[in-house]
């Protein structure tokens, strides 16, 4: 096998790997969720051209050996060297998009799109004279005197761009900053290398390899908006439900004080600071958006259950064990955990006094929660709404790394909460 043999198979390989990375990433862009319409309108028509660029590209290769085939080469080279320039008024679009600017009048739009059709009205002329370049009858590529002419509008593309990224880079977020940068400079680089050396490979893989890296660092800052935007609405949800108190469990409160003031005005005292300490750390957790220290959520607990006990005084008994206190969790997740035992706990149905255990231990890596009680149990199948308090926890502890699981059955329900020892 010759040198030259080598060289053009390994084109093939080369050409049919950006090919499938191209495909790859055409799916991707059409099929993720997280991807915003404007960012999905971007790659897919983005990773569109670039498939078609490596096609003409590949067409070009199988067609070079041949001298009968000169003309389907002449039409190749033409779509291999206007497509990937396409790439740089739909850029334009979407980096004006980014900033918020319209599309309507804007000069970096109207210049890229001036540029691109100069292009293509130079290849076009190409296509009839021999002073911009030409295919010989053995298929091989020839620099006219003029091929400068076309170098001119393919870099003034890429500047034009970089100049207005770096002009917008205010506007910008970091991230979206290093992606243009890294979706316009190895083009640029490529380009200034075809200036002296027919390199339409090289072109394509840079083409190619921005478009990628671009992708992916634009894809991760959406999806960490996403999860920001997820746990915010969890959040909401949360403060939503918190807000909805049982209106049985205020009218009982309520109720019992008034009977207690009579039979036992020391208690009723009690049970009315217990019940303003619940609804103090109810309202403060609701406004929190950061976390919190356990020992705030454990008092909130604490407050809540006292004030259940002074209701079923003699069917609701809770067992503390919590040496470990000194580490954070977010807000309102111990306490809805807790009043869903005593919501389930409290059946009719079920005959015996409720028990709930609660237990903190800390491990190497990690805080560890345990709520346990020898309830009914209930089912997590059913209407969503249902355990909405409780997905909105698990969402909740799993933006910081922690982790909610539930086992409940007949014999009782014991939820264990995770909380990474580094979470602030």
Known sequence: MTADTILIYSYYFTGGAL???????????????????????????????????????????????????????????FFETLLPFLLMPILSAYILHCCEEKLRNSVLFNTELVLWFMLFALLCV??????????TPDNQFVRGRWYP???????????????????????LTKKYFIAFLLYLIPPM????IQAFATVFLLIVIAVSISAFSMFWIIITDQHEQYIRQQKEIADQRTRITMLQMRPHFIYNTMMSIYYLCEQNPRKGQQVIMDFITYLRKNFNAIASNTTIPFLEELEHTRAYLAVEQAQFDDILFV???????????????????VENSVKHGMDPDFAEPLRIFIKTEITKSENKITVSDNGPGFKMTGKPEAHMALDNIRFRLESIGGQLTIDSGNNGTKVVITVPKNVR
Request: hydrophobic share 55%.
């Open 149 to 171: 002419l076309l170098i001119f509008p393919m870099l003034a593309l890429m500047l034009v761009n970089l100049a207005g990224v770096i002009r917008r880079r205010k506007k």
């Open 319 to 337: 067992e503390y064990d919590t040496p470990q206190v000194q580490f954070r969790i977010p807000p309102l997740t111990l306490q809805p955990i």
């Open 189 to 192: 680089i490529a380009m200034i």
């Open 126 to 135: 190409s296509q009839f004279t021999k002073d911009i370049y030409y295919i």
């Open 19 to 77: 090919f499938l990375l191209a495909l790859l990433g055409l799916a991707v862009s059409a099929k993720l969720a997280i991807i915003d319409k404007h960012s999905r309108r971007f790659f897919v028509s983005s990773f569109f051209i670039l498939v078609l660029s490596i096609i003409a590209y590949l067409t070009d290769l199988l067609v070079f050996s041949d001298p009968y085939l000169a003309s389907i080469e002449k039409i190749a080279s």
